[in-house]
């Protein structure tokens, strides 16, 4: 089985489940291949708004790892339809067939600033009607810009567009996570010279210090119910692990290791269990322990450092893992096994984060001393450049649920 083989059959295996619209067809395609679309039966105005839509359109599709462009009449799948402009309105009409079958028909509205945004709905509701898994194209990205000594953070559309600054402190702000409903961003900043944890709600723009203890305040990751937070707190001496209720504030200490650092928390899909990193075996490893504590099972065993995991909404953890003198992203399944290395060009690959559709990872690429935000495609193992390295270096992005 060769590499792409390999990779397709883990992502059919453990894959998302197929939950089908009422009005809609799933055909739920095996991802052996990507599905061939013919688009050029969908009309788009030549207008700003229409070129915006259609590039947005194709390069969604295409990113999505399930879609390649397919000659006119020459498709498995045809896409109708059209985008129309109703004065300060957008409309998209648009009918996917398989054959003579209609596999999705949907109308979408929004405004004329829109067209981006309604390109990129459309193709997720493509990609959950042909695969039963949910697209990431309307998804958001948070991530650390650097700049002369600040770091701040700013949030982005799934294709690196529409960058927006959502910290102008001047100080340094660090490793940002969404919270489950994607309203709110927790991370570690520095307005106070310490690390702190701080909640923002991206709807006013409120920020408030939720964890502020004496030393380290870092790590914070939120549990899937929203209800609970995992974080990395040095106030009783070296960094442990632990978990706090946002509601009541109890605090549960889940590691005690006196001569070992702890860090990087990120909770199983089920908020069950916890995976981080910890220095203990001499190296940093991948140890797993249950949410409210008890005897910690160690992960990994290759590798001279494995650090920065993040677990997937299929059950596969990615991580980055020191190869030489390069930190390349690997991934595991904790309840298999299982183990893969990603085949990906030169440079340190650090941060992964996964995207909602248990596919795609967001990770920075250092390459010279210049960080940038790629799009790795785990199955067909491809990086395409999100945020390129400019007036800022850019690195720990995060995708919102």
Known sequence: MGVLAAGLAWLAAGGLPAPAAAQDVVVTKAAARRSSIDRSGFATPATEAGRRFDMALRTALQRSGWFAEARPGAGEFTLTGRLRERGDRLVVEADLREGRR????????????EARTLAHRLSDDLVQAVTGRPGFAASRLVLVGGRRGSKELYLSDADGQGLMALTRDGSISLYPRWSPDARRIVYTGYLRGFPDLYLVELATGERRRISGFPGLNTGGAMAPDGRRIALILSKDGNPELYVRDLQSATLTRLTRTPRAAESSPSWSPDGRRIVYVSDISGSPQLY?????????RRLTGRGRENVAPDWGPHGWIVYSTRVGAEYRLAMLNPDTGESRSLNLPPGDWEDPSWARDGRHVAAARTVGRRSSVWLVDTVEEEAVILVPAGEREWFSPSWSP
């Open 102 to 113: 209609s596999v999705l028909r949907r109308t979408y509205e929004g405004g004329a600033g």
């Open 288 to 296: 797993l322990i249950d949410r409210d504590g008890g005897a910690p």
